[in-house]
């Protein structure tokens, strides 16, 4: 159990497109999903956490507005990076917790983006 | 606040050699500690975690961590390592009592040697 799944694998758009990132909880309820970033070589980055029905919580130095991220279900949580551009090409993974209070976070498999 | 170093972003190790990773924290409050490997393209997997029970705590694959608060240390070990170890690991930590805010170490990249 407690599987989490990502959609797609990896991408590659032209500068300026929009792209969207899906993060599934696949056998459970997902309270909470996170959004992090890691960059070749590099550890991981938290990017946002967003809980079921309200507003994502951003970390200090991530655009809200370029990294909209929307959590419409317990199961479904998306990413979507707005008008792309090559400094955004990354790796991206999210999380998933289920329930309250202390929970592991369960890692999705990561989207690799490369932006032309 | 936490924050987690590990010291050596590169070891190597022979085949059936022993396997030492570092993990120093920092955190105001109690703390759970976590080692997560990551191949090449992938996401995240758990290898044990501490959550304020056993200060030993033992993984899959072999691996076992102790938790050290008079070092505030949770080094991760595997007596002898196997070619399929060769991964990145990250340790992490979170106060205790929350999934929240998990903050991940630099990562160690581990090679073993044939």
């Known amino acids: 159990g407690a599987v989490v799944s990502q959609h797609p694998s990896w991408v590659i758009c032209k500068s300026g497109t929009s792209v969207k990132i899906e993060c599934r909880s696949l056998?459970?309820?997902?309270?909470?999903m996170f959004w992090y970033r890691q960059f070749p070589k590099q550890s991981l980055m938290l990017m946002a956490t967003?809980?079921?029905?309200?507003?994502?919580?951003?970390e200090q130095g991530v655009e809200k507005d370029k990294f909209l991220i929307n959590h419409a279900s317990l199961t479904l949580s998306t990413l979507t990076v707005t008008s792309a551009h090559p400094e955004d090409s990354s790796f991206y993974i999210c999380?998933?917790?289920?329930?309250?209070?202390?929970?592991?976070?369960?890692f999705g498999p990561g989207t690799r983006l490369t932006v032309l | 606040a936490q924050s987690v170093t590990q010291l050596g972003s590169h070891v190597s190790v022979s085949e059936g050699a022993l396997v030492l990773l570092r993990c120093n924290y920092s955190?105001?409050?109690?703390?759970?500690l976590f080692w997560y490997v990551q191949y090449p393209n992938q996401g995240l997997q758990l290898l044990l975690k501490?959550?304020?029970?056993?200060?030993l705590v033992k993984g899959i694959n072999g691996f076992e961590a102790e938790f050290k608060k008079s070092e505030t240390s949770f080094h991760l070990t595997k007596p002898s390592a196997h070619m399929s170890d060769a991964a990145e690991y990250f340790c992490?930590?979170?106060?205790?009592?929350?999934?929240?805010?998990?903050?991940f170490g630099s990562g160690t990249q581990l090679t073993v040697l044939p």
């Open positions: 999380s998933a917790t289920r329930g309250f209070g202390y929970n592991e976070q369960f």
């Open positions: 056998d459970f309820q997902a309270t909470t």
């Open positions: 967003s809980n079921e029905g309200s507003k994502a919580t951003y």
């Open positions: 955190s105001s409050v109690p703390p759970y």
């Open positions: 501490y959550t304020s029970a056993a200060t």
């Open positions: 992490a930590v979170t106060p205790s009592g929350s999934a929240r805010q998990l903050t």
